[in-house]
């Protein structure tokens, strides 16, 4: 069965300041992998997701993330934080057939 | 815009007074998923249809229920809410198991 871990609870960076979010899974095939954000008291909306292809994906609002098989990792980065990115992130896997798996979450603060 | 609708957005409900809640989508998905989500968790999966077809997580407390009587709507069905069963819950879909998952703005459910 896959496994997500997000070592870091909770992050704070300031306005302006690049972000890298990190996010380790555990799967013996290559998985489907997510990053979803959620603001207080939302629901959940997708960043990005990487199914197969290159390995470095765009998503919205200025997110991107890489897929390193080599490190089992799909780290969420943006060069430039906005206030309005505070947020909790979670990382998902997918494997085909299977339900999500999501990581226990990481909490973004922005400092002005 | 097609989207995922949860009713109410706010529940309030008396301890052991059963309580619904419910899901629409216009995405024509196959897949609609529960989750029950804590403060500062992450999503934890309660049940999803494939189709018709129900599968129900194995720690799911049998107090939680589930009826799809269509492919646009899905309702979640707690029979004797406790005070621990206070959280919100996040209603998704997707065109298949392990495809990217579409949620809904999800229900706060309090319980006195």
């Known amino acids: 069965a896959q496994s997500v871990t997000q070592p870091d609870i909770h992050i704070t960076v300031s306005e302006g300041a690049s972000l890298e979010l990190r996010c380790n899974y555990s799967?013996?095939?290559?998985?489907?992998l997510f990053w979803y954000v959620q603001s207080p008291g939302q629901g959940l909306q997708l960043l990005l997701k990487?199914?197969?292809?290159?390995?470095l994906v765009q998503g919205i609002k200025g997110f991107e993330a890489e897929f390193k098989r080599s490190q089992s990792s799909f780290n969420l980065r943006k060069p430039s934080v906005h206030w309005s990115d505070a947020a909790e992130y979670f990382c998902?896997?997918?494997?085909?057939?299977?339900?999500?798996?999501f990581g226990p979450g990481t909490r973004l603060s922005v400092l002005p | 815009d097609a989207m995922v609708i949860q009713n109410p957005r706010y529940q309030v409900t008396q301890f052991g007074k059963p309580v619904t809640l419910s899901c629409s989508q216009t995405?024509?998905?196959?897949?609609m998923y529960w989750y029950q989500q804590k403060s500062s968790q992450a999503p934890k999966l309660l049940f999803h249809?494939?189709?018709?077809?129900?599968?129900n997580e194995a720690d799911t407390p049998d107090n939680f229920q589930s009826r799809r009587p269509n492919t646009s709507f899905c309702f979640l069905d707690i029979r004797s809410p406790g005070l621990g069963d206070a959280a919100m819950y996040l209603c998704?879909?997707?065109?298949?198991?392990?495809?990217?998952?579409?949620f809904g703005p999800g229900t706060r459910l309090t319980v006195l």
């Open positions: 995405l024509n998905h196959n897949v």
């Open positions: 249809y494939y189709d018709k077809d129900f599968n």
């Open positions: 990487y199914f197969s292809g290159d390995t």
């Open positions: 799967y013996g095939a290559t998985p489907y």
């Open positions: 998704a879909t997707s065109r298949d198991r392990s495809g990217e998952q579409f």
């Open positions: 998902a896997v997918g494997a085909n057939g299977q339900n999500f798996v």
